[in-house]
Structures are given as structure tokens and as C-alpha cells.
């Protein structure tokens, strides 16, 4: 079946460690985000590429970085730097940005810092 | 930029009832797109409905319709016929058209709760 995946579904970190969140899409999508999701709030847009070898930073880039080699994949890396990294992950992607075309999400990552 | 408020943190239905779910949102913009998102315990998104701002016709998917008012700046989102699966976060988002992203901004999330 097509659609996206993201691992692991829970991960731990140590202060002062990074960590790679995997987000894997078989859709032939274009376009994927990682969006963060905090109690309370709505979901606040990251990262997001819309081809492969590009991306842009999204409304709260700070302390994260992502890359994107190949169409399918988009992980992304919560560094050392981000102060408050403790929250819910999730991915997405969508076949061409600027049209209308939904995103499709995938069951997301659940980040915790000890 | 544009904003999407909703005022009901939490709200709830009896089964079988009907509810309907608040949304407003603010933008200069006059064409863009709408949508209303489920998120039930599990976590994944799911999208419910989607209004193009540019048709006058209310969106209806099932037991789910929304009620656009353009001028107003209102999206609310009614389910009819309530069920024990219809209970999530619900979050409105905007999303503008012809940008240079697909970026969605969510408002804040209403949880439904459904009573048997």
C-alpha cells in the first residue's frame, strides 16, 4: 500500500545529543514537510522541500536541519541547539506545491528528551 | 499573515447527534483553500473536508459539511448522525493559493468527545 511511514514511532534523547527522524513516502510525491506539534497548539511548519536536493526553512527552523537526496526520503535532525525539542513529529507530502493538492501525513514520531 | 483561531478547546455530542465545530481565520487573501483535519487517538492526520474559497457551495463529504461564510471569515464544521469513531482533535487550516509552499497554518484543535 502506498503511503508515508516515519520512524521510530518513539525516541529518546539525552541533552546535548541529535537525533534523525526518518520519513519515508511511496506516493512519488514532490513535495514533504515536517511539521511540529505541541499541547495546545496547532501544527507549526518546520522544513519543507519541494524537490529533491532542495528545501526551505519553515516558521520554527531553528535547532533542526533535513536533506533531501532522494524523492522518497525527508529525515530530519533535531540538533543540540534546539532548546525545547520535546514534542510530537510528524511528516508529510503532497504531489505538487502550488496547486490544490492535500497532504498526506504520516502516524508521526514522538520525540522525548530526558 | 494569516491566522486560524478556534475558540473551543473541547466540545461534545451524544451519539447520533449533530455538532458542529467552529473555525474562523484571518487573511487579505481572496482566494485560498480550507480544510478541516481529524486527529483521533492513533495520531495520524486525517483530512476530513476541504473548501475552495472561491466556490459558494458548502463542501459535504458524508455526514461531515461545513458551513462557509467568505465575508464572515467562518469554516465551521458540522457532523451529523454522530459516532464513537467520530471522537479526535479536530484543526481547521488555510492554506493560500499559488504561494511559494503548500504550507497549511492549523488553528489550535477542537477534541470532540462522543457519548455513547
Known amino acids: 500500500d502506498g503511503g508515508i511511514t516515519q520512524s521510530p514511532k518513539y525516541l529518546f534523547r539525552k541533552e546535548g545529543q541529535n537525533v534523525t527522524l526518518s520519513c519515508e513516502q511511496n506516493?512519488?510525491?514532490?513535495?514533504m514537510y515536517w511539521y511540529r506539534q505541541d499541547p495546545g497548539q496547532g501544527l507549526r511548519l518546520i522544513y519543507y522541500?519541494?524537490?529533491?536536493?532542495?528545501?526551505q526553512k519553515g516558521d520554527i527552523a531553528e535547532g533542526y536541519s533535513v536533506s533531501r537526496e532522494k524523492k522518497e526520503s525527508f529525515p530530519l535532525t533535531v540538533t543540540s541547539a534546539q532548546k525545547n525539542p520535546t514534542a510530537f513529529y510528524l511528516c508529510?507530502?503532497?504531489?505538487?506545491?502550488?496547486?490544490?493538492?492535500?497532504?498526506?501525513f504520516g502516524p508521526g514520531t514522538r520525540l522525548t528528551v530526558l | 499573515a494569516q491566522t486560524v483561531t478556534q475558540s473551543q478547546p473541547e466540545m461534545s455530542v451524544q451519539e447520533a447527534e449533530t455538532v458542529t465545530l467552529s473555525c474562523t481565520y484571518d487573511?487579505?487573501?481572496?482566494?485560498?483553500?480550507l480544510f478541516w483535519y481529524k486527529q483521533p487517538p492513533s495520531r495520524q492526520m486525517i483530512l476530513v473536508i476541504r473548501?475552495?474559497?472561491?466556490?459558494?457551495q458548502n463542501a459535504t463529504e458524508n455526514r461531515f459539511s461545513v458551513n462557509f461564510q467568505k465575508a464572515a471569515k467562518s469554516f465551521s464544521l458540522k457532523i451529523s448522525d454522530s459516532q464513537l469513531g467520530d471522537a479526535a482533535m479536530y484543526f481547521c487550516?488555510?492554506?493560500?493559493?499559488?504561494?511559494?509552499?503548500?504550507?497549511?497554518?492549523f488553528g489550535t484543535g477542537t477534541l470532540l468527545a462522543v457519548q455513547p
Open positions: 508529510a507530502s503532497s504531489i505538487t506545491p502550488g496547486q490544490y493538492n492535500e497532504q498526506f
Open positions: 506516493l512519488n510525491h514532490d513535495a
Open positions: 522541500s519541494q524537490i529533491v536536493n532542495d528545501f
Open positions: 487573511t487579505s487573501e481572496s482566494d485560498y483553500y
Open positions: 473548501q475552495e474559497a472561491y466556490k459558494q
Open positions: 487550516a488555510y492554506r493560500s493559493i499559488g504561494g511559494a509552499t503548500n504550507k497549511l497554518i
